[in-house]
């Protein structure tokens, strides 16, 4: 029904940002929740940040870990959400995955892109 396809990660030094993009193909609504989770080596996979939508206004919410520094949005008419990430941190470098939450019928699906590396050296 939905694929993901995450693109901006790469290497950056402390304190610097990146701005992933996820972009979505296929049957996804504008109302589909959206988000990022990020996976470390040898670590579970984690909650970053998550956006939602009524059908006129969007709203995020955030990993503890990243409050502050991290901001999520999305563009319907790219059918894109973003991650921009801002005061990166060493403990920043994780893979990173959009997610997508969507109904298909009476079932809700979980559905991923293939993940971005972000590497983020002190």
């Known amino acids: 029904q939905v694929q993901l396809v995450e693109s901006g990660g790469g290497l950056v030094q402390a304190g610097g940002s990146l701005r992933l993009s996820c972009t979505a193909s296929g049957s996804i609504f504008s109302i589909t929740p959206m988000g990022w989770y990020r996976q470390a080596p040898g670590k579970q996979r984690e909650f970053v940040a998550r956006?939602?939508?009524?059908?006129?206004?969007?709203?995020?919410n955030y990993g503890d870990s990243v409050k502050g520094r991290f901001t999520i949005s999305r563009d319907n008419a790219k059918n894109t959400a973003y991650l921009q990430m801002n005061s990166l941190k060493p403990e920043d470098t994780a893979v990173y995955y959009c997610?997508?939450?969507?109904?298909?019928?009476?079932?809700?699906?979980?559905?991923w892109g293939q993940g971005t590396q972000v590497t983020v050296s002190s």
């Open positions: 956006i939602t939508s009524d059908g006129r206004t969007n709203y995020a």
């Open positions: 997610n997508a939450n969507q109904f298909d019928g009476s079932s809700l699906r979980d559905y």
